[in-house]
Every structure is written in structure tokens, then in C-alpha cells.
């Protein structure tokens, strides 16, 4: 069941990020209609300060007050709601990001609507195509591989990738028991390697090769993300590109770790035991070990700067790690009886 918990927290950020997504959209939308409205607030009160400064015209001044105090009422009132409204989206998106029982309840209740699991579906495809070009660019390269080669291997991949999209959505009911989940999970396993078997055969004589630059795939998506993040005099090259990768692979590969979520497989398909607290707690721990150990080395290959921002990127990455760790520790804990 290699790479199943990849797989499955993928599907866990991408739904995290459509429910923020909307939030901050009704967030910016109801922000941005605060501050037309404090804008005709200003304009509302400009002129009744004209209107009742303009004494030779009384008469009128009297009646545009009248009208221009009505509509600052009017218009205040709005903006007090619209301002509060603002504030209780701000405050829910900030809930999202940090309370573990929000989210879910957001991811669960969209889950559960047929073209809300089709967005989330289409924004993996959107993710992973550009993603499995620079993860497997070099792989291409590596094989000599024509351009036609490469675009039928990528559909393997990304076919292989997406394997029991539907599947790993519906193991996040919350209502699913441990039985149920498992026979998912085995479902997910068997997809993926129907699509393995046909990677094997498409490539013959080079599978060997194939596997071998897999294990490497996690820590190029590492790199690849925190390169991105670099720009102007701070951009790596594609020599500190290639020293990084290699680093962290061979880190990672000699790090000895109690409980690896890149490795390690669920027993018959039980997910509750792979985030049980303790494991969690431990994997916390060791992350935050390897990756102050791996820092030094990446020192050695990049710049003061970028060593610096790889450190906030290191630190970013574990609190999002952890974060969709815990939803799924909740999502597959044992329901009470």
C-alpha cells in the first residue's frame, strides 16, 4: 500500500485548501463590500457637512440634510453588519487553519456534494500535471525519452497518482468503520498497481531505473516547492538543486526513524493505528530533529539567504504536515460503540 497515505493527505490539503479557498474568497468579497460602503459613508457625511454649511441655501440644505441623515443611518447600519460579517469570516478562516475540528466538518459537509468532490478531483489533475513534470523531468531525461514517451509515461503516473480518488475521498467519512475503510484501502492498493504493472511494461528494461529514482520523488517535491519560493539573487541553480535532492535522500535513507508516513504501510489496511497519538507525537518529534540535522547539510550547499528561508520553509512544512496528520487521526479514529 506504498504511497496510500501519501495519497490520502494530498486529498486531505487539496479539500483543507478548497474550504479555505471559499472562505477567503467570502472573506475578500465582504471586504471589499465594507470598504465601498465606508467609501459612500464618507461621501454620505462630506455632504451633509456641505449641505449644512451652505446657508444661503437653507431651504434646501434643510431638506438634503433630512435625506443625507437618513441615508448615513441607513448606510452605518449596513456597514456595522457587513463589518461583523467580515470579522465572523476572518475569524472562521483562522478557526480552519488552526482548530482541528473545523475543518474537517467544513471538508466533511463538501465531501458530501457531487460537484464539490468533481472540483476537488479537477484541482488534483491541475495539481499533479505540472507537479509530475518537475518531479520526473529528469527521469525523462535520464531515459532519453522522446516527447511522445514522456507525456504516455506521465499519464501512467498521474493515472497511478489519482488511483482511488473516489475511494480516499469516501474513507474520510466520518461515519465509515475501520472494516469498510480497509476494504477501500485495498481497492486504492489494487488500482495502483494495475497502473504499476502497465508502467512496468511500458518501460521494459529501465522499470529497474524507474523504481530507483521514485524514492527520490519526495524529496524533489521538496526541493522543487522551496525552489519556487526563490527568486531574483536568491533563485538556485540546478547544481544546488540536484546537491539538495541528493542530500535529503541520503538524510532521509540513514535518518533512523521510528515511524515514517513516506514509507511505512497501514497493517491490513488500518489507518487508526498509523496516526494513533503516540506515533503522531513520536513522528513530530523525530521531524523536527531530522530537520534541524538536515539544515547544517543544506548549509553547506546553499547561500546564507536561502539557508535562512529553507529554515522557515522546513518549519511551515511540519506545521502543515502535522496539521493534516491530526484531521486524519481523527477522521479514522475508532467510532464509539
Known amino acids: 500500500m506504498k504511497n496510500l497515505i501519501i495519497g490520502l493527505l494530498l486529498v486531505i ?12 474568497k467570502q472573506a475578500a468579497q465582504t471586504t471589499a463590500e465594507l470598504a465601498q460602503v465606508q467609501k459612500q459613508l464618507v461621501v454620505a457625511q462630506a ?19 433630512q435625506i443625507l441623515q437618513e441615508t448615513l443611518v441607513k448606510t452605518s447600519k449596513f456597514a456595522d453588519e457587513k463589518a461583523k460579517e467580515a470579522e465572523a469570516l476572518q475569524l472562521s478562516l483562522a478557526a480552519a487553519k488552526t482548530n482541528n475540528n473545523n475543518p474537517i466538518a467544513g471538508m466533511m459537509k463538501m465531501l458530501n456534494d457531487p460537484k464539490m468532490k468533481e ?16 518531479q520526473y523531468g529528469a527521469l525523462f531525461q535520464q ?5 511522445e514517451e514522456s507525456a504516455q509515461l506521465k499519464t501512467l503516473l498521474l493515472n497511478k497518482t489519482l488511483a482511488g480518488a ?17 476494504e477501500l484501502a485495498k481497492q486504492m492498493k489494487t488500482e495502483r498497481d494495475g497502473y504499476d504493472a502497465q508502467i512496468k511494461e511500458f518501460l521494459g528494461d529501465a522499470y529497474p531505473s524507474y523504481q530507483s529514482y521514485e524514492k527520490s520523488v519526495p524529496d524533489r517535491t521538496v526541493v522543487n516547492q522551496f525552489g519556487d519560493q526563490l527568486t531574483g539573487e536568491n533563485a538556485m541553480n540546478a547544481d544546488q538543486q540536484s546537491k539538495l535532492v541528493q542530500a535529503m535522500s541520503d538524510a532521509r535513507t540513514s535518518y533512523k526513524w521510528t515511524t515514517d508516513y513516506n514509507n511505512q504501510e497501514p497493517p491490513s489496511g488500518d489507518l487508526a493505528s498509523m496516526f494513533s497519538a503516540d506515533k503522531l507525537d513520536q513522528f513530530t518529534k523525530e521531524k523536527e530533529q531530522f530537520d534541524q540535522q538536515f539544515l547544517a547539510q543544506a548549509q553547506k550547499i546553499l ?6 528561508q529553507f529554515e522557515q520553509y522546513q518549519k511551515a512544512q511540519r506545521e502543515l504536515q502535522l496539521m493534516g496528520m491530526k484531521m486524519a487521526a481523527q477522521m479514522f479514529a475508532p467510532k464509539a460503540q
Open 13 to 24: 490539503s487539496i479539500g483543507l485548501g478548497a474550504l479555505t479557498i471559499q472562505r477567503q
Open 47 to 65: 455632504q451633509l457637512k456641505a449641505s449644512a454649511e451652505a446657508a444661503e441655501q437653507v431651504a434646501r440644505a434643510k431638506q438634503s440634510s
Open 119 to 134: 472540483m476537488i478531483k479537477s484541482q488534483q489533475k491541475s495539481v499533479m500535471g505540472p507537479m509530475l513534470d518537475k
Open 143 to 147: 531515459l532519453n525519452m522522446t516527447p
Open 166 to 182: 473516489d475511494a480516499g475521498m469516501s474513507m474520510m467519512d466520518g461515519s465509515m468503520d475501520a472494516t469498510k475503510r480497509a
Open 303 to 308: 547561500t546564507p539567504a536561502q539557508a535562512a
